[in-house]
């Protein structure tokens, strides 16, 4: 014969049983919400990184495309200079022989550079604020060297990394919020940029 204590303790025990398998579901919902978020943040850097490699080649082909075309002009002026000081000899003109020289003559500032093109990390921090900047047509364009453009950026709070330190750095990014370590949106630190600028610096001394 069941008593109604015997039907107290029977609910009892259900709703026990109930509320831990709440919990337990609870917790079940909570860890696949932390997976997913984490898979989306992944997804998301996945993106990022495509679209800059993207923007990347576009921008050193059109470097390519600029340094051929300056090369090109180099060469034709060369020519004519050339054409200016044989005319210039021969018919004993001045202005022709000063031509020659002129066109001889290097530019003032040196040669403009052509091909450094770098990811840019503002201070937004990843994935909002990451661009690509052509550091050479920046430079062309302030009549300045690259070694002052990329300063002036960095005083900005910008961090600029080579293709390979970007693709390194979302690597490591990515493998952090897998593990639960780190999150987006996410700023580098400073140390980041120490490592970059070096690796900078000895690019322009290799390409000077």
Known sequence: MITGNDSLKDLQFRAGKL???????????????????RGDQVARLKSLHAT???????AKREERIAGYRYSE??????????VAGIVGEIFNRDWLRNMSQ????????????????LVRIGP???PEDVHVVSVSRLARESNRKESEVIEEIQKAKNQLLTEDDFTGFMARLTEK????????????????????????????????
Do not use: D
């Open 124 to 126: 937004g921090g990843v």
């Open 19 to 37: 509320a831990s398998a709440t919990e337990s579901l609870a917790a079940l919902f909570e860890e696949e919400g932390i997976r997913l978020k």
């Open 177 to 208: 919020i897998l593990e639960g370590r780190l999150g987006l949106p996410f700023k580098p630190r400073p140390s980041l940029q120490i490592q970059a600028s070096q690796r900078l610096r000895l690019g322009q001394q290799n390409k000077g």
């Open 52 to 58: 800059v490699m993207r923007h990347m080649e576009e």
């Open 102 to 117: 002129t066109l001889a003559e290097p530019p003032a500032n040196g040669e403009p550079p052509f091909g450094t093109v």
């Open 73 to 82: 002009g180099k060469s034709e002026r060369s020519i004519a200079g050339s």
